[in-house]
């Protein structure tokens, strides 16, 4: 395995997480998916299931807050068994859209501490900007890999333990790192020292390691930016393997 | 010797999925897909192909209905049809077809009826070609499941 920074930050990581109590590690992630295509959502279901989350998935903003228990002004109180822990809907739906949903959840005082991911196939930067300021988590763009699940499964474990006063840093140093470690996203197992501009065969252990960060050639370079300047954005995967 | 059919079924299967990667047919979305099958879950693929064919066909069909009527203007219906069509294939790893959506909608935000029909036409070509070669490939992996229970029947 490569000895550069980034490796290290994440095997810490890691260790940290073994480092929670067993209450912690023993409940799985809730996860509440929303989305309007039959596909998608097998896809996802399978991704976050494989990825040791519950899931509940609905195919629309409508039955997702009729889920949470938010849509028909009764006490929540009754749902409290299906504690939520994370909310990923997809962007365009017929009906309420994911953004909608997404404001209703952030109007919510029961609910608006949950993070809401947003999914979406086009890589509009207003949308983006749109959602990130109304307090949405994150915005993958689809399709949806289990490297991103990942991801999210990471800093939403994270945030239980800091706190949400932390948020908002927790927010930039994510998307800071995710510049720095998406490169390798598109083969889960590879390790970060692989080049990003090499072609996919590359083996890791010929790569000379770096010191953090490591070298980032075609990514953004202000990574702490949350407005993503082009197709390189944070918020979208650099792929390693480009087949074009 | 089951070992030697064994042997090719799988070069079947490599040969095939490599020829739908060369073309650009599939791309890795797919090889995403086949990483989420295991023993739990060990026909995950050809679920949600066979949903997404499904869909498809209903897609693929409203959208040749609204392009066949003579009265025809509703772009924008048929920009949501694309849309989801864009969307699921995208989710499979169906990149042609997701790259002949793409012109289609430029043509349908164009108003340009003559385009559509093209791209219309196209989608159905390729989309018939795909259907054809994951059906074959789910059979080649359905022979293979075969000769491993035949080979190894204690195992089940």
Redesign the interface.
Known sequence: MARDGGVTWRRTEKIDRFNLSAADTAEELHVLAVDDSLVDRKVIERLLRISSCKVTAVDSGIRALQFLGLDEEKNSNGFNDLKVDLIITDYCMPGMTGYELLKKVKESSVFREIPVVIMSSENVLARIDRCLEEGAEDFIVKPVKLSDVKRIKDYTTREFRVGEEERTRKGINKRKQRDSFDLSSSSPPSILSSSPVSSSSSSPESQSPSPSPPSIPSASSAPSSPSPIDSHSPTRRVKTTSSE | MLGLAADRLRADTNRLLAFL?HQ?IL???FL??Q??E?ET?PN?VS??VN??FH?SEKLLRNLRSLLMDKEFSDYNKMG?HL??F???S????AKRIRNVCVAFRAASEQNNRAGCLRALELLEHEYCFLKNKLHELFQIQQQRALAAAVRYPMQN
């Open positions: 990667f650009g791309d890795e979305q995403q897909l990483q989420l295991d879950s995950f679920e949600v949903i997404y869909e949501i849309n989801q864009m969307g699921s995208s989710s499979i790893g």
